[in-house]
T-cell receptor
Framework: AQRVTQPEKLLSVFKGAPVELKCNYSYSGSPELFWYVQYSRQRLQLLLR??SRESIKGFTADLNKGETSFHLKKPFAQEEDSAMYYC??????????FGPGTRLSVLP | NAGVMQNPRHLVRRRGQEARLRCSPMKGHSHVYWYRQLPEEGLKFMVYLQKENIIDESGMPKERFSAEFPKEGPSILRIQQVVRGDSAAYFC??????????????FGPGTRLTVL
């Protein structure tokens, strides 16, 4: 069965430091991977998807099929990046499987 | 476009009562998804519906839970005879589902259900 893991429940970094939120998945086919973000008191929203190969708010994520990973990275964290981040996988049935989430706290 | 709307935002029920959660998708969206987030856990898929059809309910508990998305009106997630373990945040998402099949889901703000 498909599964998404995010090993860190909480990640704290200082402003200006690089940040990497880890995501690993298990899926027998070719998955579609996403990162969702939920800022304080706001709804969950899409941050980026691997097929777009885009950089949003300075974040990038590369799908590594060999390591079955889709880590989210940003070279210089900002305080406004503090939020809950969810890695998600979509299977052929269009169903989403979400990871447990990582709370990113960017300290001043 | 107001985005995905869910109501109520907070719902308190006593054990054994029924809970009805509503989701109005974004305008023009005909696909709705329901997710549950238990405390300290990630989002878990429950059910995927199109207008008047349940496409996939593999994540839905077999008993007490049901969902519908009528031709007119919001999608309803119904929980009968609620128990304390049903306390969670329930999120709805909608998508346009273009012919390409890869489509963004837009999430509502969620309904927080508390069972006393």
């Amino acid at each position: 069965a498909q599964r998404v893991t995010q090993p860190e429940k909480l990640l704290s970094v200082f402003k200006g430091a690089p940040v990497e939120l880890k995501c690993n998945y298990s899926y027998s086919g070719s998955p579609e991977l996403f990162w969702y973000v939920q800022y304080s008191r706001q709804r969950l929203q899409l941050l980026l998807r691997h097929i777009s190969r885009e950089s949003i708010k300075g974040f990038t994520a590369d799908l590594n099929k060999g390591e079955t990973s889709f880590h989210l990275k940003k070279p210089f964290a900002q305080e406004e990046d503090s939020a809950m981040y969810y890695c998600a996988l979509r299977d052929y049935g269009q169903n989403f499987v979400f990871g447990p989430g990582t709370r990113l706290s960017v300290l001043p | 476009n107001a985005g995905v709307m869910q109501n109520p935002r907070h719902l308190v029920r006593r054990r054994g009562q029924e809970a009805r959660l509503r989701c109005s998708p974004m305008k023009g969206h005909s696909h709705v998804y329901w997710y549950r987030q238990l405390p300290e856990e990630g989002l878990k898929f429950m059910v995927y519906l199109q207008k008047e059809n349940i496409i996939d309910e593999s994540g839905m508990p077999k008993e007490r839970f049901s969902a519908e998305f009528p031709k007119e009106g919001p999608s309803i997630l119904r929980i009968q005879q609620v128990v304390r373990g049903d306390s969670a945040a329930y999120f709805c998402a909608s998508s346009l589902m273009t012919g390409g099949g890869t489509d963004t889901q837009y999430f509502g703000p969620g309904t927080r259900l508390t069972v006393l």
